[in-house]
């Protein structure tokens, strides 16, 4: 019975001194209170002093004439990136795949190129010239032409319209939907991935496929998905412009594709081992 008494006393007295604090709120004069986000003091430093008055195009501190300052993202740069020039066993080849643009950050001139050279001969090559422009932060879109060569086969044009960029969970993307003449179409896909062993020891894994509208009898490849690629190759970068490496690829072809190379006397799927040097600059 005491306990209970102690009980009610004590919630009694917080319920009162609530009331109280809530009374003496309601009583207060915020007229005086100066707000935050109201006008500036009229002894208040001018912002733009900690610039020493510069600003960009106009105010009393800018400069006259042309316009003196820049931002980072108005500025032209370049940059060439070799991912793949490899040497592989099998197929006793050399293959590159080199990327070079120029511009600004969010419009580009790019370069794509990819071959495989045996024997001193260049068998075929595939380049691409595009107009990228930034989709989002992560994200270029790009249009453009690629052009075909073949050592033995037809030469082929393509526009082509796509997308580059960095995925979540950190995939390199490059999608690429083609149209060419006679109403061939095609769609190239690849993603990459880098994985850190250490701050210098780097796996990356790999995959790239290719599909086709139409037969294409001339270069042996046939409709719907032509070939993947599947590789892994483990690189260590004395620094980041000069990284050698070496991996394994396996590939693979479908559908008429396949039987053309059959036809040919040529393996449809292999594996095979390589070593290369990835840079940029």
């Known amino acids: 019975m005491r306990l209970n008494t102690v009980k009610y006393l004590t919630t009694l007295v917080v319920i009162v001194g609530a009331l109280q ?3 003496a709120l309601a009583q207060m004069d915020h007229g005086d209170m100066q707000m935050q986000g109201g006008s500036a003091p009229a002894d208040a430093r001018d912002p733009h002093a900690y610039s020493d008055g510069y600003t960009l195009t106009e105010g009393p501190y800018a400069q006259p004439g042309p316009r003196q300052l820049k931002l980072a993202d108005e500025h032209a ?20 795949d080199i990327q070079a643009w120029y511009g600004t950050t969010y419009n580009r001139f790019v370069i794509k ?37 073949y050592d033995e086969g037809k030469d082929r044009q393509w526009l082509a319209i796509g997308m580059q960029g960095l995925a979540p969970y950190w995939f390199e993307l490059d999608v ?28 990356q894994p790999r995959a790239e496929l290719n599909l086709y509208g139409k037969d294409d ?28 490496y070496i991996g394994v690829e ?9 039987d053309y190379r059959r036809a040919a006397g040529q393996d449809t799927s292999g594996t095979q081992f390589v070593a290369g040097l990835r840079f940029w600059f």
Request: charged fraction near 25%; proline fraction near 1%; charge should be negative.
């Open 21 to 23: 604090v809530n009374t």
């Open 77 to 96: 740069f370049w940059s060439v990136l070799g991912d793949r020039l490899e040497y592989q066993e099998d197929s006793d080849s050399t293959v590159y």
């Open 113 to 149: 190129a990819e071959g495989d050279i045996a024997d001193g001969t260049l068998e075929e090559s595939s380049t691409e010239l595009l107009w990228g422009h930034a989709l989002n932060a992560y994200f270029d879109t790009q249009f453009g032409v690629r052009l075909d060569l």
């Open 176 to 203: 690429t939907a083609y149209v060419g003449d006679d109403g061939r179409t095609a769609l190239s896909a690849e993603a990459e991935y880098e994985l850190l062993l250490t701050q210098r020891l780097i796996l």
């Open 217 to 244: 009898l001339d270069n042996r490849l046939g409709s719907g998905l032509s070939d993947l690629a599947l590789g892994l190759r483990l690189r260590y970068e004395f620094s980041r412009q000069f990284s050698p």
């Open 250 to 258: 396996w590939t693979d072809t479908y559908g008429d594709t396949a």
